[in-house]
């Protein structure tokens, strides 16, 4: 089975194998040449410790130089799901558009060994690539980690447990796909719009549910420009809503705020000084930076649970002699 398993997906299996260890030696060149930036480590100028002079030149340089495969990398949450669909979408795809399965059925092999020998080899290397492509992109975006957090989109996406998780899912559609459509290519196509939209919904209404965010409120500092009376979370924070409330806790709609922006402006006043005798507090709503890996957990459950069903569909096609 071993060898039938790798003579039949070997192009795909090698093709992907090549193309992440082009991306993996192109990230390692340039992460270590990033990470020189730092020579105490990235970590080290985190949060109030990156206010240093050297931090933030380091960090300046970081941008300048860095900042363009940053955000090129963004586009390269894909990455797993194209791993995962190109190795899922010919599973079965491929035997029922070549005429193989009269052949691969009727063996001494059971079918359902058959699959579940394919499955598991398939579901393997698509763990292994992503798993490669993980550690090096999260080893690469330490420096930028140090200075952004890890909750941002671009982050999130393409570091921990989630990337194997989007995987193991595109893998799953796929392989469904192909079960049913019987062509390669369509499937890896469903395989490609399921993620996108599956990952849009997870990302703008599911994620910010995973827990309560909290909450913070302060008055506003007198003083100072506008900005100063920002939300409050930290860099690392994933800040869901931040704005202004007034004395009793009521936020303030961006038409009010802009009302006492005006009376400010009328009276000559500095705008905090003028927030702050009004008893105007900011507040920020948040997501503190330590829930990241709770996060991380909850997202990829999700994600395998799914892919769990969807492999559970296909076994359950085979076993009915979907043919």
Known sequence: ???????????????????????????????????????????????????????????????????????????????????????????????????????????????????AAKLAALAGVTVALTGMF????????????????????????????????????????????????????????????????????????ARPAYATPLTSMQPVPVGGSPDQAGHLPSFADWTIDHGYADATGRRLSGTEYAELEAAADRAGTNLNQFLHARGIQQFGVYHPADRFWTFQLIEAALFVAVAAVLIGVVVWRVRRRMV
Not at 18 to 27: K, N, P, S, T
Not at 144 to 150: L, P
Request: charged share 15%; glycine share 10%; with cysteine.
């Open 1 to 115: 089975m071993t060898w039938l398993i790798w003579r039949q997906h070997r192009t795909e299996v090698c093709v992907l194998g090549l193309l992440v260890g082009v991306f993996g030696i192109a990230l390692l060149v340039l992460g270590t040449q990033a990470h020189d930036l730092f020579p105490g480590g990235a970590a080290r100028c985190a949060g109030q410790a990156g206010g240093t002079d050297a931090c933030a030149a380091s960090f300046r340089r970081l941008d300048e130089e860095y900042g363009y495969v940053e955000n090129l990398l963004a586009a390269f949450y894909l990455v797993p799901v194209v791993i995962g669909a190109f190795l899922g979408a010919p599973l079965l795809a491929r035997e029922l558009e070549d005429g193989t399965w009269q052949l691969a059925w009727t063996q001494a092999v059971p079918r359902m060994l058959w699959l």
């Open 134 to 205: 993980t550690a090096v992109l999260t080893w690469f975006r330490q420096p930028f980690d140090a200075w952004e957090g890890r909750f941002q989109y671009d982050a999130f996406d393409l570091e921990g447990l989630v990337p194997v998780a989007y995987a193991l899912f595109a893998f799953g559609v796929a392989t469904a796909a192909g079960a049913i459509l019987r062509r390669s290519l369509p499937a890896f196509g469903v395989a490609l719009g399921a993620f996108l939209a599956a990952r849009m919904s997870v990302a703008l209404l």
